[in-house]
């Protein structure tokens, strides 16, 4: 048993697509004892890719945890891993993750360097403030080159990197690694899986370069302890490993450097020492300190430290349907201690849940537990209502964390099932889908008829259609993808509503004047300003209007698209002692929202991605002259490991198909990648377009 939180290490080991994450997360489980034989990604047999999609196409989808153990300076360390997906497609499970961890292992390729991804992963990193530290991977292949990725990381990232290793040898001839904190060199013994290594001096031809780098690597650190400052500046040499050390960890928790290590997972170097700078560097649950949250019954700040004392408080971050044991939900444990069979209760609903057993992870194994104290993290089954983002804790101290936000889907298709068997089992496996992926929506439109499923990309979709085939054994047909276009205002406007209703015995009546326009910037959604006086409209009528207009937002009058934010200021009104209720508001706000809106200029907005395409030099200007027929705009243009790299802004609607046309493109030498960037106002002439093709759709439904 872990004597104490101390050492515990939650960790996730994030990165760009191919930069090794997954190969890096199974060399740890080789080295820490966890499994006996090591799985490879292009095998399909990585034991933290277990989904047969994953298995199939050499991807990570989820992310899976596990547990294992590392023996550092003689004592034992507990160290859970999320290994996460790079896909940008799958970006919410890394965003879920990062919520939960204490730190990160940022992984990079050491021939691609700062890849689009790496960027992305990155922010959420800084949004989450999770100290990190990178591990910069496959030195082994032609091309590599470490000081361009730590230059890279500074420049791209605007991080402070600082290189605790420098690479023996390159490409081919790398064989081992100077550490710079003990002034050794590292080589390991090829043909025995990496396991062992050897201690020997610094090659001659690198001492020089070691010594530079330690003098940097001790300035950088010099910052987060004056002690270690004053020694720099008196006796470098007087410097020990031990108070060396302990700079780096005490400025890798204040997040003031990103201490960078290198190797090649593949090739199994590396892997041991990153292992001891995880437990070395990154904090505890005890670094991290106490979580802040707000108590719903009185709405103050409250604490909970990371004890077992403490009352409970947990996060759930995951839920995940298991063929065997049904939906598990992965919680982290902030404070006190969670037991199989005890009651909680979950913020959001205001019930109590049962737990009814306890899991610790490994990978989609699970081995049951009694109970999970502070700082860990576990999966959990019994819960009839738990939702990504909820809080559990005891009922007699609630708590609420601050929830996980998640980007909205960019792109839909239309799915229909193929038999009558195959309708009554859709329904349950998209709930249990959307239920695991808040990413994932799931529209009826009523007008054709047709189930919309809606994802952040074409990968996404097509693994979930997958998924409905293999696990929910649902049989569907499906429609091209469509892009989730969406509408905006664009000038204000006042209106008067009045909704009038007489059929015999009481009636219905309400009357609002708002003045409706574009939300102040940065305003996501509806933004509601009651700015009645003097009783006209009574407190109770005026939630109703709030939610009439909220409702009426998921159907623009363009197209039926969905407003992105509005701003909606209720002026005045009058009301009626005996007809009017609750639901006469609400309908006079869904009228005066369809009335009012055709006057406010209403415009069409399209996704907008941002894509990045490394082709070879020689078909550089065929792939640009590709991105200007499909309405994009070329903004960067570099050299890049022999190759260009270029940068383009490029609307999602003209993106479809894209990977095969490159491919032709270029002879199968480039690759992309793209990601979600911002809405913007579609063109009049291809807006025209659009609302023609959508009336003649639902015409003809």
């Given at each position: ?54 298995q199939e196409r050499g991807i ?173 500046l008196d006796d470098p040499d ?10 780096i960890r005490k400025a890798t ?449």
């Open positions: 048993m872990i004597k104490s939180l101390k050492y515990t290490r939650n960790i996730g080991i994030m990165a760009h697509i191919d930069a090794g994450k997954t190969t890096t997360t199974e060399r740890i489980l080789f080295y820490t004892g966890i499994t006996h034989r090591m799985g490879e990604v292009h095998d399909g047999a990585a034991t933290m890719d277990w989904m047969v999609q994953e990570t989808i989820t992310s899976a945890a596990t547990t294992t153990f590392w023996k550092y300076n003689n004592e034992d360390y507990k160290i859970n891993i999320i290994d996460t997906p790079g896909h940008v497609d799958f970006t919410v499970e890394v965003e879920r993750s990062l919520r939960v961890l204490d730190g990160a292992v940022a992984v990079f390729c050491a021939v691609g360097g700062v890849e689009p991804q790496s960027e992305t992963v990155w922010r959420q990193a800084d949004r989450y403030r999770v100290p990190r530290i990178g591990f910069v991977n496959k030195m082994d292949r032609s091309g590599a080159d470490f000081l361009s990725v730590i230059s890279q990381i500074h420049e791209k990232l605007g991080a402070n990197p600082v290189p605790l290793q420098i690479p023996i040898g390159r490409e081919e001839t790398f064989r081992g690694v100077v550490d710079l904190v003990d002034m050794q060199a590292m080589i390991w013994h090829e043909g025995q899986q990496g396991v062992t290594y050897e201690r020997q001096d610094i090659p001659a031809d690198l001492v020089e370069e070691a010594r530079e780098w330690r003098g940097k690597l001790i300035e950088s650190v010099a910052d987060a302890d004056d002690s270690i400052l004053e020694r720099y007087s410097i020990t490993n031990d108070q060396l050390s302990n700079a928790i204040q997040m003031s450097v990103v201490p960078v290590m290198c190797g090649a997972a593949f090739k199994n170097k590396g892997i041991q020492r990153l292992l001891d700078a995880v437990v070395a560097f990154l904090p505890s649950p005890v670094d991290i300190d106490s979580v802040k949250g707000i108590n719903p019954r009185n709405d103050e700040t409250v604490e909970r430290k990371p004890e077992a004392s403490e009352p409970l408080a947990a996060l759930a971050f995951k839920i995940a349907t298991d063929p065997f044991v049904g939906r598990l939900a992965f919680l982290r444990v902030y404070s006190g201690k969670i037991e199989a069979g005890s009651n909680v209760l979950n913020v959001r609903t205001g019930k109590k849940e049962r737990v009814t057993r306890l899991y610790q992870m490994h990978a989609n194994k699970q081995n049951p537990k009694n109970f999970i104290g502070a700082g860990d993290i576990c999966a959990a089954v019994g819960f009839k209502n738990l939702r990504t983002g909820d809080t559990l804790c005891d009922e007699k101290k609630p708590i609420l964390l601050e929830s996980i936000s998640f980007p909205e889907p960019v792109i839909g298709i239309a799915i229909e099932p193929k038999t009558q068997n195959d309708l009554d089992k859709l329904g349950i496996a998209l709930n249990k889908l959307s239920e695991e992926d808040p990413t994932f929506r799931v529209k009826y439109d009523e007008q054709s008829g047709q189930t919309l499923i809606n994802g952040m990309g074409e990968l996404h979709l097509e693994i979930l259609v997958d998924r409905l085939k293999r696990e929910f054994k649902v049989e569907c047909s499906q429609g091209a993808p469509q892009v989730a276009y969406k509408e905006a205002v664009t000038a204000s406007v006042e209106h008067r509503e009045l909704f009038r209703k007489q059929s015999g015995g009481r009636g219905k009546f309400a009357d609002i004047v708002v003045r409706i326009s574009p939300a102040d910037e940065g305003y996501r959604g509806l933004q509601f300003v009651d700015e009645i006086k003097g009783g006209n409209i009574p407190k109770e009528y005026i939630p109703s209007v709030q939610k009439g207009f909220a409702e009426a937002m998921q159907n623009g009058v363009l197209a039926g698209f969905p407003l992105e934010n509005l701003k909606v200021v209720l002026l005045d009104g009058s009301f009626h002692s005996v007809d009017s209720d609750s639901l006469s508001f609400e309908i006079a706000a869904k009228q005066a929202f369809r009335h009012a809106l055709p006057k406010t200029k209403p415009v069409l907005l399209e996704p907008i991605m941002k894509v990045e395409v490394i082709t070879p030099e020689e078909y550089m200007g065929d792939v640009i002259s590709d991105f200007n027929k499909r309405r994009g705009h070329v903004e960067k243009m570099e050299g890049k490991a022999g190759a260009r790299l270029i940068r383009a802004r490029v609307p999602l609607a003209e993106q479809f198909g894209y990977v095969t046309v490159l491919r032709t493109l270029t002879s199968g030498r480039a690759t992309s990648t793209m990601e979600f960037s911002h809405y913007e106002r579609v063109s009049d002439d291809i807006a025209r377009k659009l609302l023609d093709s959508s009336t003649g759709q639902k015409e003809s439904a």
